[in-house]
């Protein structure tokens, strides 16, 4: 009984954290959108819109032997970008180096969840402030959003130094712009879904608040509040990325 309470039976738009939370959708929902603001889901939006396959893979080392195996470059961290090898998790960086065809883009948020929730088979999009009204408006097209077919909308997190989850601000304004985009959805917002929207009331600057959250800050301090005003661009984008084998694309 208590499993299926937490998979919020009964609505058509639903919303967790993290790689458990994403698990537990992934038995019941239609669909899965996973929101890493900073930065994984904006980057691959960037990238996907660009023309670029990105799969999605958990933060390591095994990353470009993975990209090697499958005919792909693998993407840095911010500050390892080079001029020979300019592709990182930065969506600024990654706005302006050379379009590859297929981009292993690892993070240990939103591509750890990306990567295990496509071994489900479901379809997963990545969102993100920039994109949230274009994932919703596509949703609602394809039919989900009913008590048949519900969405799970996943909010990445950051994760403390143990490895735990660590709710973050950006995420959950990202999902709630996103749950904003579905509140016509036939089956309802689910209890949390409807709480995680009542953020986007009681934020009247939205990208102040990204700026100022621990994660945007951590951005700029460290030298990259250009991929903050990037992820910050809200619903200025129509890039639906969609992860199909293992591979987002549009």
């Known amino acids: 009984m208590a499993a299926a309470v937490h998979a919020q039976p009964g609505s058509g738009a639903r ?20 929101v890493d ?7 691959v939006e960037v990238a996907v819109g660009r023309g670029m396959r990105v799969h999605p893979f958990p933060w390591g080392e095994q990353a470009a032997d993975y990209a090697r195996r499958v005919g792909a470059v693998a993407a840095t961290g911010r500050r390892q970008v080079t001029s020979e090898h300019p592709w990182s998790l930065s969506p600024a960086a990654l706005s302006r180096a050379p379009v590859v065809h297929d981009l292993v883009l690892p993070s240990p948020n939103g591509s750890a969840i990306s990567a295990a929730a ?22 609602l097209r394809q039919g989900y959003g009913s008590t048949a077919a519900p969405i799970g909308v996943v909010a990445a997190g950051e994760q403390w130094p143990d490895g735990s989850l660590r709710p973050s601000v950006e995420d959950q304004l990202g999902a709630a712009t996103v749950l904003d985009a579905l509140s016509g959805a036939p089956g309802g917002l689910s209890v949390e879904a409807a709480v995680a929207l009542a953020a986007l009331a009681s934020t009247p600057d939205l990208p102040a608040a990204v700026r100022g959250c621990v994660s945007g800050r951590e951005l700029i301090e460290n030298g990259f509040a250009e991929d903050v005003e990037i992820a910050i661009r809200l619903n200025t984008s129509d890039v639906v990325p969609l992860l199909r084998q293992g591979i987002f694309t549009p």
């Open 15 to 34: 919303f967790d954290w993290g790689l458990a939370g994403a698990a537990e959708f992934g038995r019941v929902c239609a669909v899965l959108v996973v």
């Open 118 to 139: 496509s071994a489900t088979g479901l379809p997963v999009v990545a969102a993100n402030l920039r994109n949230a009204r274009a994932v919703g408006r596509w949703l």
């Open 37 to 43: 603001v900073l930065s994984f889901t904006t980057t």
